[in-house]
């Protein structure tokens, strides 16, 4: 791999920063100076250093977010700030959200620039688990629960697929396994309720850091990116 794409895939710099930081004597080849910025590593063996830091190559970026309300599960800019925009910092490109969350909808929310990895997850034919936290305007009743585990029409062409329903403490847990418009909201009016609350809190078997402030964000542990690939996997 040529040296100028390892730095810029390591979000150091654009090419022709980088070209610039190569020529300045800002890069380091196994500890000596690096001044061809088109000179060939091997990023599994050779050290990498920039401004006396050494550079970890990473492929690809796995971020987990704590997703407030307001923002927009989206890479366009617009009117609303989006997911993307909140991660800018990190310098990653072509970060894009592992599928998306309504405007208001809060909790956790995975970015990558893995392309395969993200299809996999959202890919209906996976069944990926999102289990969400939903405060109702009105108590949801045991009939309830079992209508929105057996799946309610929410005016597709099809009923939802059999869904996970549970009343705990902290409110209504719903698990479903689509990831249709709206989905939650409609199955709660479905049941003559409505949704004031809604939080995502799992995602197949990972679960949101409950350290991770609103708008707060990290990286994935190698044991978290386990868990998904794993997901993806089946």
Known sequence: MRIDKFLADNSIGTRKEIKAFVKAGRVSVNGAPAFDPGMH???ASDEVGFDG???KYEKFHYYMLNKPAGTVSSTKEGASTTVVELLADEGVKNLSPVGRLDKDTEGLLILTDDGELLHDLI???KHVGKEYLVITE???S???LKKLAAGVDIGDDKPTLPAKAEMK???LHLTITEGRFHQVKRMLEAVDNKVTYLKRIKMGELELDPVLKEG???K???AELALLKAKSDE
């Open 41 to 43: 590593i091997d990023p």
């Open 53 to 55: 830091s050494v550079i």
């Open 123 to 125: 890919s209906p034919k």
């Open 138 to 140: 009105k108590p949801v």
């Open 142 to 144: 045991g009939d309830d």
């Open 169 to 171: 403490d902290d409110g």
């Open 216 to 218: 707060e964000y990290r």
């Open 220 to 222: 994935l542990t190698i």
